[in-house]
């Protein structure tokens, strides 16, 4: 695929619809267009927030009231955000059986707004707080005021049930994505730089077994020319329509 090929979204549209058994994998990237900045890159939340000082577990642990300067961001920022193209494209692939899953890097929940029914969280989600002290959980919205610093019953400060540096991926959803990766046809990887680990090791275990592996990203990551068979190189929202144009061409 990709080497002499004339138009390589012809060629992915096919095999997606040949195969019917394709798995996503989508990180900050497709939640660009929705107005939720991405982390890395001049614009991303890293260029503002440090993330050692910001991002870990241990971070959160010393000075919670600080974390929280930039998790409430996160929160108003994704609160208010709605899916975009890309996210509802996905969603009719999954209604057509194209798509099987989603494996999503991002905690916006906007997968689920846009309609995607089968999406693992691999990072959590920002609607939920956990305390880390006694476990207890409470919706976000629940507790959480902007400008607030949301507490537990218990009296202290809540965590986002998102996974921060130093914190474990969910077990459920580490086995279910690794399970999808295993047995997919085809592993579209969209918007992820693939630096974050262990979700950057998702493409290698599908590519290993036997799947083809998609990007698309309007820049190199470091899958493309290493794991990515092939890169289509654009924002997704516009490389998901013209898939979805050419795949509705294909299957008439
Ligand atoms: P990243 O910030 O490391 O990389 C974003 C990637 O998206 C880049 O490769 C960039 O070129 C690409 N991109 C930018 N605009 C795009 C577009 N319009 N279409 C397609 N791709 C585009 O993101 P990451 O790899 O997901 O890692 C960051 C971590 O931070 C993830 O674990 C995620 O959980 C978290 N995060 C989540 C959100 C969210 O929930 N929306 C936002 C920021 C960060
Ligand atoms: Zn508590």
Redo the contacts with the bound molecule.
Sequence with gaps: MGAGGSDPIREVARLLAERRNAVVL?????????G??????AQ???AKYDPTEY?TLHAFMQSPRKVWEMLSE?VSV?GG?APNA?HKGLAALEETGVVRAVI???????HQAAGSRRVIE??GN?DELICVYCWKRYPTRDRWTPGSVPQCDCGEILKPN??LFGEPIPWLAQEQAEEEARSCGVLVV???????SP??DIPRIAKELGAAVVE????P?LLTRTVADVHLA??????LALLLQSIRDEEH
Excluded: K
């Excluded at 654009?234 to 490389?239: H, K, Q």
């Design positions: 989508t990180g900050a990237g497709i939640s660009v267009e929705s939720i900045p991405s982390f890395r890159g991303g939340m890293w991002a996160m994704c955000a890309a999503t890097q991002n905690v916006d929940g906007l691999y990072h920002l998102v996974v969209i918007g992820t730089s693939a630096q974050v979700a950057c698309i990203n309007p820049e990551t654009g924002p997704a929202s516009e490389i």
